[in-house]
């Protein structure tokens, strides 16, 4: 898929004392139009030193930050990896691991799929023997729902509302952050908070 710049594919906020910062990854663009996300490469290792002080200072004091560090800090620190694409797969895996996700992590690259953005969707979901996509609300915009449902595929859009609060360093309570802050704020009971919403968070 297209890569976008300052999306969250190469930043996201912590929470401060200050309140919210953008952590955001340089990266390297070709200028040409349609460049893909797995082409994109870090402009530098810099970065990984710059976040992981920022998170260091943020999180110190969150009740299980020193639970989880070790793992983390490694993830920033020992890696010299720098294909955006693989740098965010990494983040991915250990994050699911940490919360206890242990649902299956497939990468599009490891298919031949068509071009087209939504036979490539439906073709992943026939791969992976899925009967239902699962998309941000964002794609209202340009999924046809129709194509799925020809080819056996219901549509749903994730609502973002309904999530609990939980105590959260430096208030007011901010929901548009990383999982990180969940994660180093309720340590083991932060799967708990992703899956308990109010009714119709995941709408039709």
């Known amino acids: 898929m297209q890569f976008t710049k300052n999306d969250w594919r190469n930043r996201n906020l912590i929470k401060t004392p200050s309140g919210t910062v953008w952590l955001t990854i340089p990266v ?3 200028g040409r139009f349609g460049q893909r996300i797995d082409e994109v490469h870090t402009a530098d290792d810099r970065w990984r030193t710059k976040h992981w002080r920022s998170i260091e200072q943020s999180y110190a004091r969150a009740p299980y930050f020193d639970a989880y560090r070790e793992r983390f800090e490694r993830l920033y620190l020992d890696s010299t990896e720098r294909r955006l694409s693989a740098i965010n797969q990494a983040f991915i895996a250990e994050i699911a691991a940490a919360i206890g996700i242990r649902t299956p ?3 599009a690259a490891d298919f031949d799929l068509p071009d087209d953005r939504i036979d490539r ?6 791969l992976l023997g899925g009967d ?3 998309s941000g609300p964002a794609a209202r915009g340009y999924l046809e ?4 449902a020809a080819a056996g595929l219901r549509v749903r859009f994730i609502d973002y509302d ?3 609060e939980y105590a959260q360093l430096h208030p007011p309570f901010e929901h548009r952050v990383t999982v990180l802050d969940l994660l180093f704020n309720t340590g083991p009971d932060a799967l708990s908070y992703m899956l308990t919403r109010s009714r119709g968070a995941v709408g039709a």
Do not use: H, P, T, V
């Not at 969707?121 to 026939?126: D, N, Q, S």
């Open 162 to 164: 309904g999530y609990r």
């Open 105 to 107: 992590l497939a990468n």
């Open 28 to 30: 390297l663009q070709s």
């Open 121 to 126: 969707l439906i073709e992943i979901c026939r």
């Open 145 to 148: 729902e129709d194509r799925f």
């Open 132 to 134: 239902e996509y699962l």
